[in-house]
């Protein structure tokens, strides 16, 4: 059974940086997508960034391109996300999801697997 868990958040001033984490277990993980997903307070799940675990590539949303890069270490298990210029709007509960599918879904029914969430809090 895949598990996830989010680590690294926190509170930070708008413009500083942030790293947040994701450790996943149960794999092996070939052929499957990782991404992180944002809920903002009153507001919806949305998809920021996803990386494929067997390749380099990553996608991300227009509101985070440019500030944020995803990446993955597999000898670690990890996901990470580098969140940088940060905006008081990027405050939220940060998921980290997983799935075996092919391509970059940003529909949040494509994942399977979530993680149970990292509170990152901007402050203006």
């Known amino acids: 059974q895949v598990q996830l868990v989010e680590s690294g958040g926190g509170l930070v001033q708008a413009g500083g940086s942030l790293r947040i984490s994701c450790t996943a277990s149960?794999?092996?993980?070939?052929?499957?997508?990782m991404a992180w997903f944002r809920q903002a307070p009153g507001k919806e799940r949305a998809w920021l960034a996803g990386?494929?675990?067997?390749?380099?590539?990553?996608a991300y949303a227009d509101s985070v391109k440019g500030r944020f890069t995803i990446s993955r270490d597999k000898a670690k298990n990890t996901v990470s996300l580098q969140m940088n210029n940060l905006k008081p709007e990027d405050t939220g509960v940060y998921f980290c999801?997983?799935?075996?599918?092919?391509?970059?879904?940003?529909?949040?029914?494509?994942?399977?697997?979530w993680g149970q969430g990292t509170q990152v809090t901007v402050s203006s």
């Open positions: 999801a997983a799935a075996q599918t092919p391509g970059v879904p940003s529909e949040e029914s494509s994942y399977d697997y």
């Open positions: 149960g794999g092996p993980f070939t052929g499957y997508i």
């Open positions: 990386t494929r675990w067997s390749s380099d590539y990553a």
